[in-house]
């Protein structure tokens, strides 16, 4: 049995809106899902006030693909703001589909749906309304509309491939510069981002080992026990009734040792990995913000150049001047556009750093306290258990005192 996860923005969370408050609010719940064919698929339901809804209340059916597909259409549109993770494919074909796979994406699409839901501007998103509201006939057509790099036009593909081979081989060249910002205060911000990730994983790590040292303990306490009733069936008296009380507490402690192991899983481990993929969403609107800033500086050196290339042209009153510089206005024009590009990205990304402090801080802080309670609880429990045989033992002890 998987215990219920409970984080920021997911169906969980204590912060998750009323349906009684006046407040607008957008409330999403996944449920039930279900193996088809080579994938899962799971019931979305809604509760929202949001007047653009049609109706407070809907259920649809969404397989992993469409999670994909609105997780893309949000990456594309909202650069600054971090958009939540998803929980990665299994790779192992025998795991795919077990019961505790399925729960475990279930809850982690959950939380990822309910993080967009509870987004100030994501929660705002028409392909949001697509994924919650449509049939899956429209949300198939939506998917097939998809734009990227296969879908685009064949002269944007050329122009995209010539822009690749220039790049590839001014660096091979070495004629092209890295151009990068030299902002101390964000120099530092990456360098937090990539220590938090690295200790974030080894964390996720020692988890892992922690839930799977729990499972092994319960197994071997299991067969212990089975081993030692045995050995009291044969004995046969009051001591061999000592020993098979003895077995069945051991039975009884790998029972509370395996459920503990899925409440580490569920509640300590999958946070923290959770938190990991977080991280990495972080550094891909990091990149985005490194893309826009090269953009913006590379667009007006390119300005500067076509201004002073009008210059001599107006100096020698060439015929070409008038066509340079309506290319001058254009290129001028977009680059003012690369840089409130990069400007935008730079102040979201500022605002969704305090949101994501803010979060992972109720986040963890409730994760490492729950870890922290349910071991202690387990720890009690364990005590009692052998605290409580002591007395049917202590006849055949005294003996040897």
Known sequence: ??????????????????????????????????????????????????????????????????FVWLRDRLCEKYKGIFIPPLPEKSAVEKFRFSAEFIELRRTALDIFVNRIASHPQLQQSEDLRIFLQEDEDTMERARSLEMGIFKKKPADLMQMIKDVQTRVTDVVLGKEKPVEESDPEYEKLKQYIFELEEHLAEAQKQAFRLVKRHRELGQSLSDF???????????????????????????ILSYKLQNEADNVLMNFEEPLKDYVRAVQSIKATMADRANAFRQQCELTETAKLKEINLERLMLARSEKAAEAEIECKELKAESEEATRRFETIVKLMNQEMVRFQEEKTMDMGFTFHEFAKGQAKLANEIADAWRGLLPKLDAYSSSRR
Do not use: W
């Open 1 to 66: 049995m998987i215990a219920k996860r409970s984080l920021s923005g997911s169906s969980q969370s204590p912060r998750s809106p009323s349906s009684s408050t006046s407040e607008p609010f957008l409330h999403v719940t996944v449920t039930d899902p279900v193996k088809l064919g080579n994938g899962v698929q799971a019931y979305i339901s809604y509760r929202t006030n949001f007047p653009e809804y049609q109706g407070q209340e809907k259920i649809v059916i969404r397989r992993y693909s469409d």
């Open 225 to 251: 026990g089975k081993a030692v009733k045995l050995l009291g069936a044969c004995e046969g008296n009051s001591l061999g009734k000592a020993f098979s009380d003895f077995g069945m507490k051991a039975e």
